[in-house]
């Protein structure tokens, strides 16, 4: 192996080593966390080095020992859940000291199963062979089980129980999809020949497969109708590990789909409308859930559904523009998730409640985690001046320019009930004041826990005033799908 | 080989019917053996030798590691199976239907589109449907870990018979897989009974 390829290796490596490296120490919370840090460091460090030699010799993609394929849209992926980690144990050092506390023998393990969850997510990024890819991929998914259980009480069990449960059959039918292509092609199916290999599928053939991908990575994404696990794990789970759920977890989904599904729906009309029908229902269904909801983690998460299923049917149409602002929104989905659930989760580590009435009875007074929900209620609504708005009204156009305006109409339509729905909860619990009920605000606020939920937004806003700063980035994923498709 | 199916999908009725957890679990342990012996078998007849080391990773993991764990989990909780979403009777009749038809019918669809796979094919693909009928129908923790094995038997099953000559690496991967995925569904079932246990321990003794 020459240096170029240790380098490259170090984004996956890093962190499992630094992983097993923690749970052998049985170190405290500080030592984890710091080792924790060192390690994602080193995964950034990697990803970039390659990103600098993708970007500066003007490469589609690099496959270091044939065994691996690193395109511009795994740059993209790696980037988002290396970062993304970052701020999760930033915000768990304060999270879970506090909130946590019953568990402090475990915080060592808490740390460890993060650092191979996301070791396994950049292996998954990584890898060219599908057999080999799904290893990891559902690795990664597995170990998150037990940062959603980690606070051990029936509701996190039991929503740890449904994740583990519903995940894992779910993904099991992409197996089932890479096993028929590699049965009717007779050769190993990888994301570099995946689009001479469907060639060789009868029609029936292919819209099984397709099926079989669609089932496994709408699940793991969380789209309707396998979303089931979705709610109460992002509920139960700590709020930093919401925030990994929702900013890296499902977006391995996405991963699965668009280097499997997006080929089949470029080659086959039914597959494209089938992705469109059903991540409509997500748009809708996940935006009128979320009107009802009384637990703020429960309503920032079906507006999550409703947010995914814009990034599904933008990423599934061909055009350039489509693939680009689909990679925007799932970008953009990370920063605003992020944001929301940091604020929710500064929230409850005040109070100590999820429920909105028993946080607005406490009547808060936390002015950086007001605006923080703000801001993350009007970018889901897909308002000026925040980079969804630019995503969102890029994938309306794209959906209107294929004749899909019926989808694009749904869209506008949900992101402006996913507002309302946010709109509402934040104004009364920030606003509406009762005469019966008397402040408590004596729990200060740790700095790093507003500073977690601050960064967020202010990206969303820095984004949406100058887009181009990450222009290559997107332009290079979106040029990696096409490459794919072709 | 056609016996060994039918004995293998009986075992697969037992353990997703049975009222009583434990024999459900310990169903799972002939279950395992027979697809030991089939592959032990067809490895034999097709001349594909590298069925017997997956053969005997399967007869430690399928057949006695994993039903053996289950058994252990039973022992902090009633062995008797939570009310499922339908009525038992209605279950079992669905289940012989679903068993007996749904072979017929593969093996028909097998040899019109997949005519290249080994024999056990039909047997695994009918497992995993009947897995998926079980992971919506129950509602037991312990019910629902038992079809997450038969689905994962079944798909196991699905794999070998279509791809024999597939690398030992990815089988030995997707087994680590299983065994991780297992073992995470026993921490949270056995963390989740003793809850249980410890509730009712409280609620006794507040009673009294």
Redesign the interface.
């Known amino acids: 192996m020459n240096f170029d390829n240790f380098i490259y290796c170090l984004s996956f490596v890093a962190p499992l080593v630094i992983g097993i490296i923690i749970f052998v120490l049985r170190g405290n919370l500080k030592l984890s966390a710091a080792l924790s840090i060192i390690s994602v460091s080193i995964a950034i460090f990697s990803t970039y080095k390659i990103w600098q030699k993708i970007s500066q010799e003007g490469l589609k993609y690099l496959q270091p020992h044939k065994l691996f394929y690193i395109d511009g849209f795994s740059i993209l992926m790696q980037f988002m859940v290396e970062f993304v980690s970052i701020f999760v144990i930033l915000f768990s050092l304060k999270e879970i000291s506090k909130l946590y506390s019953h568990r402090n023998d475990k915080f060592h393990a808490y740390f460890s199963i993060l650092m191979f969850s996301l070791g396994f997510m950049n292996l998954a990024f990584s890898l060219d062979n599908l ?2 890819l ?2 990891p991929f ?2 990664s998914s ?2 998150v ?2 940062l959603i ?1 980690f606070n ?3 509701n996190s ?2 929503a ?2 449904i994740y ?2 519903m995940v ?2 779910g993904i ?1 039918f992409s ?2 999809g890479i ?2 292509i ?2 009717h092609t007779g050769t190993e199916v990888t994301i570099s020949n995946i689009s001479q290999s469907i060639t060789f599928l009868n029609k029936n ?1 292919a819209l099984l497969c397709a099926a079989f991908f669609i089932i496994g990575f709408f699940t793991k994404a969380g789209l309707l109708p396998f979303h089931l696990w979705l709610p109460p794990a992002y509920a139960e789970a700590p709020s930093a590990i919401t925030v990994f759920l929702a900013g890296a977890v499902t977006k391995m989904g996405f991963y699965g789909l668009v280097r499997t599904v997006t080929v089949f729906a470029f080659n086959m009309e039914e597959v494209k409308i089938l992705v469109l029908l059903l991540s409509s229902l997500s748009i809708f269904l996940g935006a009128i859930l979320a009107f009802n909801q009384k637990d703020i983690k429960k309503l920032i998460a079906y507006c999550s559904i409703s947010e995914m299923g814009f990034i599904a049917s933008a990423l599934i149409l061909d055009s350039y523009t489509a693939k680009f602002a689909g990679l925007f929104h799932l970008f953009n989905h990370t920063l605003m998730k992020g944001a929301l659930f940091f604020a929710a989760g500064a929230l409850i580590y005040l109070y100590g409640s999820r429920k909105i009435e028993e946080i607005r009875a406490f009547h808060p007074k936390a002015p950086a985690i007001m605006i923080t929900f703000f801001i993350g209620a009007l970018a889901v609504g897909g308002m000026p001046p925040f980079s969804s708005f630019l995503s969102s009204l890029s994938i309306i156009f794209a959906l209107v320019d294929e004749k899909f305006v019926g989808v694009a109409f749904i869209m506008s339509l949900s992101g402006l009930i996913s507002l309302l729905a946010l709109l509402r909860s934040v104004i009364s619990i920030f606003w509406l004041r009762e005469e019966n009920h008397t402040a408590n605000n004596n729990v200060s606020l740790p700095v790093i826990l507003v500073i977690c939920a601050l960064f967020f937004s202010i990206v969303l806003i820095a984004l949406g005033i100058y887009p181009e700063f990450l222009h290559n980035l997107f332009h290079r994923a979106t040029l990696a799908i096409i490459n794919i498709n072709h | 080989m056609e016996v060994i199916y039918i004995i293998f999908l009986f075992f697969t009725f037992v353990a997703g019917e049975s009222r009583s957890l434990k024999f459900a679990s310990y169903s799972l342990i002939p279950q395992g053996l027979l697809i030991f012996l089939s592959l032990i078998i067809a490895g034999y007849i097709n001349n594909h030798p590298n069925f017997y080391i997956i053969a005997v990773v399967d007869l430690l993991v399928r057949a006695l590691l994993m039903p053996a764990s289950l058994i252990i989990l039973l022992r902090v909780r009633f062995q008797r199976e939570e009310k499922p979403a339908i009525i038992h009777p209605l279950s079992i009749a669905l289940s012989i239907v679903l068993l007996s038809v749904g072979y017929k019918f593969i093996d028909t669809i097998k040899i019109m ?2 005519p ?2 080994l024999s056990f094919f039909t047997a695994g693909a009918t497992a995993f449907i009947y897995g ?1 009928f079980l ?1 919506l129908s129950k509602r037991d ?1 312990i019910k ?1 870990i038992i079809s ?1 094995f038969i ?2 038997n079944g ?1 196991h099953l ?2 070998l018979s ?2 024999p000559n ?2 030992k ?2 089988e030995f ?2 087994t ?2 299983f065994i ?2 297992v073992g ?2 026993i ?3 056995t ?2 009974n003793l ?2 246990v410890r509730e009712l321990i409280k609620k006794i003794k507040r009673e009294s």
């Open positions: 057999f080999f799904y290893i559902e690795l597995i170990f089980v037990y259980s051990l009480d029936k069990l039991r740890g129980f583990l449960l894992n059959v099991l197996l089932l096993v028929l590699n049965y053939m | 589109n997949f290249n796979t998926m992971f923790m629902m997450f689905i994962e798909i699905i794999l279509m791809l597939m690398g690496a990815v991967g997707l680590i897989n991780v995925a995470f569904f921490y949270i079932t963390k989740f809850l249980s």
